[in-house]
């Protein structure tokens, strides 16, 4: 896998548009390229400044921010928003996960910035 | 002109691509997407003409103009602050668009009503509703039926 070192997904247990819609799908790709994954629970005390500062520093930032949204860590240490869930409903989530799996940035060809 | 353009390739990526129904928390039925001020907003409303989400589309996050728009709209009701809008970004992958550039597409900022700060399962709150004749919003409490609003019942 040429480009992404790692994926990070902002997410809680409780959120449809994250489980299984996102966090599982990813974190299948992750295994599969054999690249590092990291999710942080926006309930859970000791993930959430994680959650917060990868969401304010490189996301779709608000005080009461969007879930789930991912990141990618990539080789030359650049991390990227790719995605961030359709508050329109799960199916427009769903298929933005799909679609992201498909893009070039999982094919080896990652969109120049 | 090309921010026109712009513009208009937003709201026709929106209508063909971010358009969907939602459950509405107010009758449970289905709530459909309507467009107003010339589809850079988009309603969820349901039958009942009650409002569970506003969404403004455009090429860049202007939340002021977002807030004034909701504000305007739901004069009246619990309120609306800045720390109830969320925003997010669409890019070509995740609408699935077949460009290879980096360039976010569009953006969104949602307001969503009866949602966390402001929930409530008070039938007698004062809820936004949208006329069924398509062209202004209106208040009245969550238990009333009125589809049309105050002008358009009385004309």
């Known amino acids: 896998m040429k480009g992404i ?88 989530t769903k298929r933005g996960v799909e679609n992201l799996l498909k893009s070039p940035y999982f094919d080896g060809d990652a969109p120049a910035r | 002109m090309t921010v026109m353009r712009l513009q208009d390739n937003v709201t026709e990526i929106a209508r063909s691509l971010l358009a969907t129904t939602a459950k509405c928390q107010h009758c449970g039925g289905q709530a459909a997407i309507e467009y107003a ?70 953006k969104e900022m949602y307001w969503t009503q009866n949602y966390r700060r402001t929930k409530s399962e008070d039938p007698d709150r004062m809820a936004l509703f949208f006329c069924a004749n398509g062209d202004s919003f209106f208040v009245q409490p969550l238990k009333n039926g009125e589809r049309l609003c105050d002008k358009c019942r009385t004309s």
């Open chain 2, 37 to 106: 001020e010339g589809g850079s907003v988009g309603l969820h409303v349901c039958p009942g003409r009650y409002v569970s989400r506003i969404i403004m589309y455009g090429n860049e996050l202007d939340t002021d103009r977002f807030l004034g728009y909701v504000r305007g709209a739901a004069r009246g009701t619990q309120g609306v602050e800045a720390g109830d809008v969320r925003v997010a970004s669409r890019y070509a992958w995740d609408l699935g668009l077949a460009r290879k550039s980096n360039d976010i597409v569009l």
């Open chain 1, 5 to 92: 070192k790692a994926i990070h997904v902002v997410h809680a247990a409780w959120c449809p548009h994250c489980h299984p819609t996102t966090v599982e799908p990813m974190k299948a790709k992750a295994t599969e390229l054999g690249v590092g994954f990291y999710d942080y629970d926006i309930d859970n005390p000791e993930q959430v400044e994680k959650a917060d500062e990868l969401v304010r520093g490189y996301g779709d930032w608000a005080e009461d921010y969007l879930i789930p949204q991912v990141f990618l860590e990539m080789e030359d240490g650049t991390l990227r928003h790719v995605l961030s869930g359709y508050s329109e409903g799960v199916e427009l």
